[in-house]
């Protein structure tokens, strides 16, 4: 498949990591007020509540996507239920700085993916930019001396980052690589709406366990609310709909560049 980075391509790929990053600060903002993986779980109902009325159909029984239920079953557990879920437990223990400085490291996790997975050459120009692109993230974490790299330290949250990411890369490719009819994959809220119905059965399970294993309670207010309109609308709506079209086109290797 050949993938090209048009201007069209750059700029769907633009707009996801800056709601992204506003999407790790609102969930550090509403730690305290919701338990991580009910936010999460709470953010995709809303998403699915609001895409219904544009794709519904598709979950009528004998719509086209049943024979194809397993391979969008597998993006919704990915990039739906798993990836917001571990960046949301993140932020319990870890700053929204941080957790978008470990989400930089998506160039090299994205390569590795597509190498060890999905058969995906890797270029001399790729893993010098994938270099340059840590080289810089390495810049701003020592703030321009090295010696504050070694007073660095990893908590659990940075874990769980680097999960999530591992989680996001094996979602772009098979975002690109996952067929379907063609009713769903040329319509963005069928194929959205497609994994987020999924996604949200994953989650919603995840929040499940969560709930029954912990003490944490929501704590409903005007905070809370606003958070929630915002992370369902923008992080995952319309990211999701520019990410998944910015990958068809330019590819999850040059895409994983965007998130710096």
């Known amino acids: 498949m050949h993938y090209r980075l048009t201007p069209r391509a750059a700029i769907l790929l633009t707009i996801p990591p800056i709601l992204w990053a506003g999407n790790a600060i609102v969930g550090r903002m509403l730690h305290e007020l919701v338990p991580p993986i009910l936010l999460n779980f709470l953010r995709w109902a809303i998403a699915l509540v609001l895409l219904l009325p544009l794709a519904g159909p598709i979950f009528r029984p004998g719509s086209s996507l049943w024979p194809h239920w ?11 239920g798993m990836y917001n879920a571990l960046q949301y437990l993140a932020l319990q223990s870890s700053t929204p700085i941080n957790v978008t400085l470990v989400a930089s490291g998506m160039p090299v996790w994205m390569m590795l ?22 080289a810089g993230v390495l810049v701003v974490l020592a703030r321009g001396e090295f010696a504050h790299l070694m007073e660095l330290r990893l908590v659990a949250g940075d874990m769980f980052m680097i999960l999530a990411t591992i989680a996001w890369s094996l979602y772009s490719w098979l975002l690109i690589r996952t067929t379907g009819p063609a009713d769903i994959r040329s319509h963005w809220a069928n194929f959205l709406l497609a994994q987020v119905g999924f996604g949200a059965i994953w989650s919603g399970a995840f929040a499940a366990g969560e709930w029954t294993l912990s003490t944490a309670a929501i704590h409903w207010n005007s905070t809370l609310i606003a958070g929630l309109a915002y992370v369902a609308i923008g992080p995952a709506i319309i990211a999701f709909r520019c990410w998944g079209a910015g990958v068809q086109e330019a590819g999850p290797s040059i895409g994983a560049f965007f998130v710096n």
């Open 70 to 80: 397993r391979r969008f079953a597998i993006l919704g557990l990915l990039g739906i």
């Open 113 to 134: 993916t597509g190498w060890l997975f999905f058969g995906a050459g890797v270029s001399r120009r790729q893993i010098i930019g994938a270099i340059l692109s840590i």
